[in-house]
């Protein structure tokens, strides 16, 4: 069936597989794996804004109550407070509506274990496999055996005092203006209040979530509104989230654009001068730019990388023992608070950093030079693997060659969208712009 793509089950909501029907299977594969997996039976269930989100809510938790266990409702949450509370409230599992960045016609189901972490591609298969297993019909609870459903009023609290407790208790934000746009999404609430709580001068944007216009125009992948706003409003520092709070990406006080590779390197940097980077190392995926990798390399932090998806960042900092890890897209991990990327931690570790070293936000990130990197996507109606589009390992291979130790080229396929995606670095960017539109064009020709 391939349900689960990098970041569980994703598509078009009301469509197959992002239907009631899946997602009343989902909750009874999930009720009936992970009920006899501890004492309480709990199952946390959050979702994003979505409109979609009503549905799927309802129907993953009547599966859920339908094999006895219980489904605790936390409404709309980011998905690293449900990993978050799924620990907190010693639940077996925690299960998230989103689809993340996508627009709002989109939505998804993710899943995280009892430990927080997201479920391994094994346990993802059993899932999987029980959608199509008669054992669900069979293992029905019946009578006074049936789940219950229940509203956790206090899970948005809960959540911001675990992230309260990722910032130094001696400072606070007084005298900081930050604009922070939510992307119409999850963090709507508790990020601009939380900022408040710690004395900074919050400007709201994309904080009036209808369903409907959740990343539209707004938030982590579009910020172009937010640094319009940082620069008319004087502000110090935007912040950018994306549609359920697991990415950051951030605007300097004069209007530039900091990504995941930026913050990772200002994180990394102030770790290690406090001691505190495990093994002097990072972890990043493939997409991380070659610059970010140098300047590591500069100041004798090693960088590992891992495929995309935050899942497999998360996989390689556990087995290696490293607290530091993300993705150049803006999620962002610190293993000692947290088993998956979160948007609003990372803003608190950043403007943590910022009130320490008193300088402009536009100075502190002046680390490096990025490499050019050209990004193309590349929409197909049908993904096929990689090495059964014909001809294209010998043109990946001849561009490697070409560019040799001064670039990179990775083509892949997107784990979440019917897209490829084609990534060139290199000095010249004129060059590379024209070897990724070749590529995107050579994919075009065979499966388009």
């Excluded at 140098?294 to 290696?320: A, N």
């Excluded at 590379?432 to 020709?445: G, H, P, R, T």
Aim: proline letters at 3%; one cysteine or more; a negative charge.
């Amino acid at each position: 069936m391939n349900l689960f793509g990098t970041d569980g089950i994703r598509g078009e909501a009301n469509r197959y597989p992002v239907t009631p029907e899946v997602a009343l299977k989902v909750g009874l594969a999930v009720g009936y794996l992970f009920r006899n997996q501890g004492y309480h039976r709990r199952i946390i269930v959050g979702k994003d804004t979505r409109l979609s989100g009503y549905m799927l809510e309802m129907a993953l938790s009547a599966g859920i109550l339908s094999m006895g266990a219980e489904a605790w409702l936390v409404g709309p949450m980011p998905t690293p407070a449900i990993a978050f509370l799924t620990r907190d409230l010693r639940a077996e599992a925690g299960v998230v509506i989103s689809a993340s960045h996508n627009p709002f016609y989109d939505n998804g189901i993710k899943i995280f274990g009892a430990d927080g972490f997201k479920l391994s591609d094994e346990l993802e298969a059993r899932i999987e496999a029980l959608l199509e297993d008669e054992v669900l019909e069979q293992e029905k609870a019946l009578g006074k055996e049936l789940g219950k459903a229940r509203r956790i009023e206090d899970a948005r609290g809960r959540y911001m005092v675990h992230l309260k407790k990722a910032f130094p208790e001696r400072l606070d934000l007084e005298g900081l203006k930050v604009v922070v746009d939510c992307a119409h999404g999850a963090t709507y609430r508790i990020a601009p209040e939380l900022l408040e709580e710690l004395g900074a001068k919050v400007i709201r944007m994309g904080c009036e979530p209808n369903g409907v216009n959740i990343n539209d125009g707004c938030g982590a992948l579009h910020p172009d509104g937010l640094r319009e706003r940082v620069l008319s409003e004087g502000a110090d520092l935007g912040l950018a989230f994306d549609g359920d709070g697991d990415r950051l990406v951030l605007v300097d006080e004069k209007g530039g654009v900091v990504d995941g590779d930026q913050i990772m390197a200002l994180c990394a940097l102030f770790l290690k001068e406090e001691g505190a980077l495990r093994k002097n190392t990072v972890v990043a995926t493939v997409m991380s730019n070659l610059g970010f990798e140098k300047f590591l390399s500069r100041h004798g932090i090693k960088l590992v990388r891992t495929q995309v998806g935050d899942r497999y960042v998360v996989e390689e900092m556990r087995r290696g023992g490293y607290c530091l890890g993300g993705e150049q897209s803006g999620h962002i991990v610190f293993l000692d608070h947290n088993t998956t990327g979160d948007g609003i931690l990372t803003a608190l570790k950043v403007l943590a950093i910022l009130k320490i070293k008193e300088r402009p936000a536009s100075e502190v990130f002046r680390l490096f030079e990025r490499m050019p990197q050209v990004l193309k996507n590349v929409k197909v109606k049908v993904k096929k693997p990689l090495d059964e589009i014909e001809g294209l390992s010998e043109k990946v291979r001849s561009i490697k060659e070409m560019l040799g130790d001064k670039g990179r080229i990775l083509v892949r396929p997107s784990g979440t969208e019917p897209k490829y995606r084609v990534m060139v670095e290199g000095e010249d960017r004129g060059f590379i712009e024209e070897l990724a539109e070749e590529v995107a064009d050579f994919i075009k020709q065979r499966l388009c």
